[in-house]
């Protein structure tokens, strides 16, 4: 069994993830706490680790440079917890008839990268549950982009919101992609690399009811604004913002409108909306 839900607790959100395992506690705490093991299933291979209340945690980075996280409980073999910078990672084992029920959850801000922690995350239980088995070698073949896409539909990561202004409103759009910003742009632009101030604006970068006046400002894989017409005349702008996210480009799409164009605000939600989601599938079906 493998359940997957996205809450909010204390105003931040939380991953819990359930499993049960194969194994008695006793091996799941084990690839749980002891480094060698660790570093088989986690994201980064442990250097050191006080498994006590307040000891410390520390991850090889990679790159010459470790960090630090916090254990926060130690309650053998039933709760592991730990604090890596804001995110608290919390893992509880409970015995059940030929095994081990593990609850997981991780709780952090960022709620946009839900939907790519909780594909990280399935791969790495995968592998733990392998490593509690005694698996010196783990092999892990999940489709993770696929279960991102999915996610994101299920948490709801995918709807945009409508903010009311005093001079209007704005929609607004925050999406995780799983390729980076190069890419996206190739498929928004059309595979121009110049973009620039009073251009016509690409055809991909508006949904197929939006009227378009000139490119105010763009910066290749970075910005885009523009003008949007109503009734001809601009009426507000359109601002498509692309930075690192976990596991691709994070998009931030954001259309302003006037006090006279408020009866477009639905509209313009659900044709954004659409858009997006159709970009999204259009990277996915080209992936690889």
Same mark, same amino acid.
């Given at each position: 069994?493998?359940?997957? $839900?996205?809450?909010?607790?204390? +105003?931040?959100?939380?991953?819990?993830?359930?499993?049960?395992?194969?194994?008695?506690?006793?091996?799941?705490?084990?690839?749980?706490?002891?480094?060698?093991?660790?570093?088989?299933?986690?994201? @980064?291979?442990?250097?050191?680790?006080?498994?006590?209340?307040?000891?410390?945690?520390? @991850?090889?980075?990679?790159?010459?440079?470790? @960090? #630090?996280?916090?254990?926060?409980?130690?309650?053998?073999?039933?709760? @592991?917890?730990?604090?890596?910078?804001?995110?608290?990672?919390? &893992?509880?084992?409970?015995?059940?008839?030929?095994?081990?029920?593990?609850?997981?959850?991780?709780?952090?801000?960022?709620?946009?990268?839900?939907?790519?922690?909780?594909?990280?995350?399935?791969?790495?239980?995968?592998?733990? #549950?392998?490593?509690?088995?005694?698996?010196?070698?783990?092999?892990?073949?999940?489709?993770? =982009?696929? !279960?991102?896409?999915?996610?994101?539909?299920?948490?709801?990561?995918?709807?945009?919101?409508?903010?009311?202004?005093?001079?209007?409103?704005?929609? /607004?759009?925050? %999406?995780?992609? /799983?390729?980076?910003?190069?890419?996206?742009? $190739? =498929?928004?632009?059309?595979?121009?690399? +110049?973009?620039?101030?009073?251009?016509?604006?690409?055809?991909? &970068?508006?949904?197929?009811?939006?009227?378009? +006046?000139?490119?105010?400002?763009?910066?290749?894989?970075? *910005?885009?604004? &523009?003008?949007?017409?109503?009734?001809?005349?601009?009426? +507000?702008? =359109?601002?498509?913002?692309?930075?690192?996210?976990?596991?691709?480009? %994070?998009?931030?799409?954001?259309?302003?409108?006037?006090?006279?164009?408020?009866?477009?605000?639905?509209?313009? !939600? *659900?044709?954004?909306?659409?858009?997006?989601?159709?970009?999204?599938?259009?990277?996915?079906? $080209?992936?690889?």
């Amino acid at each position: 069994m493998k359940d997957i $839900a996205l809450l909010t607790v204390d +105003g931040r959100s939380q991953l819990r993830m359930e499993r049960r395992l194969a194994h008695p506690p006793e091996k799941v705490w084990s690839a749980l706490t002891e480094p060698s093991h660790i570093s088989k299933w986690y994201p @980064f291979p442990v250097a050191e680790l006080e498994l006590k209340e307040g000891g410390k945690v520390s @991850f090889d980075a990679g790159d010459g440079s470790t @960090f #630090e996280g916090i254990i926060t409980e130690v309650d053998p073999p039933k709760v @592991f917890a730990f604090r890596e910078e804001d995110d608290l990672l919390r &893992f509880e084992i409970t015995p059940v008839d030929g095994g081990s029920q593990l609850v997981f959850s991780h709780t952090f801000d960022d709620r946009p990268a839900a939907a790519s922690n909780a594909s990280g995350w399935t791969d790495c239980l995968d592998a733990l #549950e392998q490593v509690a088995g005694g698996a010196d070698q783990v092999e892990v073949d999940n489709d993770s =982009v696929a !279960l991102h896409e999915r996610l994101v539909k299920e948490f709801g990561l995918d709807e945009g919101v409508v903010l009311t202004t005093g001079d209007g409103w704005i929609v /607004r759009f925050e %999406r995780q992609l /799983r390729e980076p910003a190069d890419k996206v742009w $190739a =498929v928004l632009s059309g595979g121009s690399d +110049g973009v620039s101030e009073g251009d016509p604006v690409p055809s991909g &970068f508006a949904h197929p009811g939006a009227s378009t +006046g000139k490119v105010l400002s763009a910066a290749k894989a970075e *910005h885009v604004e &523009f003008e949007w017409l109503n009734d001809g005349k601009p009426a +507000g702008t =359109v601002r498509y913002e692309f930075r690192p996210g976990n596991g691709g480009a %994070r998009l931030t799409l954001t259309q302003q409108g006037d006090t006279g164009s408020a009866d477009l605000r639905d509209s313009a !939600l *659900h044709a954004w909306h659409g858009h997006i989601e159709g970009l999204a599938a259009e990277l996915f079906k $080209a992936r690889g």
